[in-house]
């Protein structure tokens, strides 16, 4: 039998935070790469610049049954 696991993420990212400190820590917490994300640029209110991140980890897993 084999167990899956999937982990859903999505994350926005406002013009006030640090876009790469935030992908530093989902790398040394969860080994999830910059490229990983799928990043799409918005606006927001007053035009300003938000970017939305999106990313999908799937982890097989054999079962020793």
Do not use: C, W, Y
């Amino acid at each position: 039998m084999e167990k899956r696991l999937e982990v859903d993420i999505q994350l926005i990212v406002h013009a006030t935070e640090d876009l790469e400190k935030i992908l530093a820590t989902f790398k040394e917490a969860f080994d999830i790469d910059r490229e990983d994300f799928d990043m799409q640029n918005l606006t927001g209110h007053f035009e300003n610049p938000i970017i939305m991140l999106h990313a999908k980890i799937k982890k097989k897993r054999r079962s020793s049954l």
